[in-house]
T-cell receptor
Framework: EAGVTQSPTHLIKTRGQQATLRCSPISGHTSVYWYQQALGLGLQFLLWYDEGEERNRGNFPPRFSGRQFPNYSSELNVNALELEDSALYLC???????????FGSGTRLTVV | DQQVKQNSPSLSVQEGRISILNCDYTNSMFDYFLWYKKYPAEGPTFLISISSIKDKNEDGRFTVFLNKSAKHLSLHIVPSQPGDSAVYFCAASASQIQGAQKLVFGQGTRLTINP
């Protein structure tokens, strides 16, 4: 069974640009969660999508946005990139709620 | 507002000894707790969980203890092995509250097992 897949693995962007990160959940999972892990910090909750709807949002500015597609895959968009957006962005999927919560390997975003 | 705290950024333990990682939480609505292990350049992988109706859960070398009155949980690894060297994250959830089932993570503790 394929796990949670994220693309790209690495992404380098210039300050002010936009970044798009993608996540494919485990087959059968309907919920997708996005987390940010900045250097030396823990996992900060960003967004939660379930059945195509945004269910919850962490304490991040509106330039962090996303969506979930009918096949349950998800995109995270970060507009007007700032240097402090450089981090590992992790996606997790689950059956809905916290059961079966499984993480992908992440996308390393570097803003220069 | 850090609802889940791991106050030890790092821990070093001799191979074969017990490793004890600690975690505190502030939100009394949390009723489900998990530990994840993370290697560099990989996503966190699930280790063990515990529901608030229990005070102990064991899986092989890993045991999690929950003290609800102190809002404290701990992960015991016995015996510690070199492959256990990783960053360990504690996570919590208010699993019964609609819209709040996401996991809230602590800052992580880097465990190093010395031969």
């Amino acid at each position: 069974e394929a796990g949670v897949t994220q693309s790209p693995t690495h992404l380098i962007k210039t300050r002010g640009q936009q970044a798009t990160l993608r996540c494919s959940p485990i087959s059968g999972h309907t919920s997708v969660y996005w987390y940010q892990q900045a250097l030396g910090l823990g996992l900060q909750f960003l967004l939660w999508y379930d059945e195509g709807e945004e269910r919850n949002r962490g304490n991040f500015p509106p330039r962090f946005s996303g969506r979930q597609f009918p096949n349950y895959s998800s995109e995270l968009n970060v507009n007007a990139l700032e240097l402090e957006d450089s981090a590992l962005y992790l996606c997790a999927s689950s059956f809905g709620g916290i059961y079966g919560y499984t993480f992908g390997s992440g996308t390393r975003l570097t803003v220069v | 507002d850090q609802q889940v705290k791991q106050n030890s950024p790092s821990l070093s333990v001799q191979e074969g000894r017990i490793s004890i990682l600690n975690c505190d939480y502030t939100n009394s609505m949390f009723d489900y707790f998990l530990w994840y292990k993370k290697y560099p350049a990989e996503g966190p992988t699930f280790l063990i969980s515990i529901s608030s109706i229990k005070d102990k859960n064991e899986d092989g070398r890993f045991t999690v203890f929950l003290n609800k009155s102190a809002k404290h949980l701990s992960l015991h690894i016995v015996p510690s092995q070199p492959g256990d060297s990783a960053v360990y994250f504690c996570a919590a959830s208010a699993s019964q509250i609609q819209g709040a089932q996401k996991l809230v993570f602590g800052q992580g503790t880097r465990l190093t097992i010395n031969p």
